[in-house]
């Protein structure tokens, strides 16, 4: 099961175009990008970098920042999803 990463178009001056370049470039994580026009965190998007990670709000000062903050992100709920795997959920 993917991990749903989304960004938001507004954002994309940000810096978060070439985040989302490069997780698509890691063949380890297990992702589905999805750009929205808006994800209705105006306050976020005007001052930072953001995304949403499995429904979670990951904010940074820089894009590469942001990148380091998602894929710990995209780890952390690819690790969740096989505990509850484990459980047969």
Same mark, same amino acid.
């Given at each position: ?5 989304? #960004?938001?178009?507004?954002? $994309?001056? $940000?810096?978060?175009d070439w985040v989302k370049d490069q997780l698509l470039l *890691?063949?380890?994580? *297990?992702?589905?990008?999805? *750009?929205?026009?808006? $994800? ?6 005007? &001052?930072?970098? #953001? ?6 709000v990951i904010l940074a000062e820089t894009p590469e920042d &942001? &990148?380091? @903050? ?14 509850? @795997? @484990? &459980? *047969? #959920?």
């Amino acid at each position: 099961m993917s991990v749903v990463v989304e #960004f938001c178009q507004s954002n $994309l001056s $940000l810096g978060t175009d070439w985040v989302k370049d490069q997780l698509l470039l *890691d063949t380890e994580l *297990d992702i589905e990008i999805v *750009d929205y026009g808006c $994800l209705g965190n105006c306050g976020e998007c005007f &001052l930072y970098p #953001f995304a949403l990670i499995g429904g979670e709000v990951i904010l940074a000062e820089t894009p590469e920042d &942001l &990148l380091a @903050k998602a894929k710990a992100g995209i780890k952390r709920k690819m690790e969740e999803v096989e505990e509850w @795997k @484990k &459980l *047969d #959920f």
